[in-house]
């Protein structure tokens, strides 16, 4: 590994602390015979804490110029997958393990969000997300109504399930060191808040709600689903439609969402 470029344009910002890797592994929760999925092996280090608790390992790593190593660690239980975790069909990934599955990840940030919402929108098997993210990004993860992280990403991370901030990770706890700090965020999958719900038509609305963000629902609502003003003020009433997106919360939002369907 010592003679490793590293690549920029893969995110590849490594982590060899010890007691940082237990700590993520313990905050992930995982325990024996559960099935992880990492993503972005880098040089295993997390991998090889994870094959020693886990049941079964998968772990993606898109850059080829690792495989060599990760193969020369003789992990156990982890199944490695050289190739774009993106490019492979949710519906794949979920059969490469029998039942339910746990992600734990030290995340290369320019995926993080795709990636949660590639697992968290299409996968009917993924149980908890754990994943090392930018500490803006973690904010917004977790920032409730009212907060001035509170946004689209904040809504359909509450929409599939809770989210809470495990630790922050200085900058100083990565090679080659990056420019911001991070922070391992967790999430606890929850389905039954979904169900009944067309996910992707929900993540357009609440994305139409948050397009422009200094404007009121009923500007937002008019131009994002194409309902005139005057239709609009049928289906809601005249206090929600002067109100911003940001004040309301998941709860809220759907009750919105349910009012315009069923008017619709
Ligand atoms: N897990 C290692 C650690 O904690 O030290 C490496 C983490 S590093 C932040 C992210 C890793 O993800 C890099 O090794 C990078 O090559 C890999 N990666 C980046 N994009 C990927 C993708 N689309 N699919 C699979 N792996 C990817």
């Not at 313990?26 to 804490?49: F, H, R």
């Not at 309902?227 to 911003?244: C, G, H, P, Q």
Request: hydrophobic content about 40%; aromatic content about 10%; overall charge positive.
């Amino acid at each position: 590994m010592s003679e490793h470029v590293f690549k920029k344009k893969f995110g590849q910002n490594f982590i060899s602390d010890r007691n940082l890797l237990q700590a993520i592994v313990s905050d992930s929760g995982v325990s024996a015979g559960d099935n992880v999925l990492e993503i972005g092996a880098g040089a295993g280090a997390l991998t090889e804490v994870l094959d020693k608790v886990a049941g079964k390992v998968v772990s993606f790593e898109i850059d080829k110029d690792l495989q060599p190593h990760l193969l020369g660690l003789g992990l156990k239980r982890t199944q490695f997958v050289f190739g774009d975790v993106m490019k492979v069909p949710t519906q794949d990934i979920d059969r490469m393990f029998s039942g339910q599955y746990h992600i734990v990840a030290n995340l290369p940030y320019y995926i993080t969000t795709p990636l949660l919402f590639k697992f968290l929108g299409q996968s009917s098997n993924v149980a908890t997300i754990t994943v090392m993210v930018q500490k803006e990004v973690a904010q917004r993860m977790v920032a409730q109504k009212g907060e001035q992280d509170y946004g689209l990403l904040s809504v359909m991370v509450a929409f599939y399930g809770s989210a809470c901030i495990t630790r922050i990770v200085g900058r100083k706890m990565f090679f080659p060191q990056p420019k911001v700090d991070s922070a391992l965020v967790k999430i606890i999958v929850d389905r039954n808040k979904f169900s009944g719900i067309d996910k992707a038509d929900f993540y357009s609305f609440v994305q139409g709600c948050f397009s422009m963000r200094r404007k009121t629902l009923k500007n937002n609502l008019s131009h994002a689903l194409g309902i005139n003003v005057k239709t609009l003020s049928e289906m809601l009433d005249e206090k929600t439609l002067a109100s911003r997106a940001e004040e309301f919360s998941l709860d809220e939002l759907i009750e919105i969402y349910k009012k315009i369907n069923v008017n619709r």
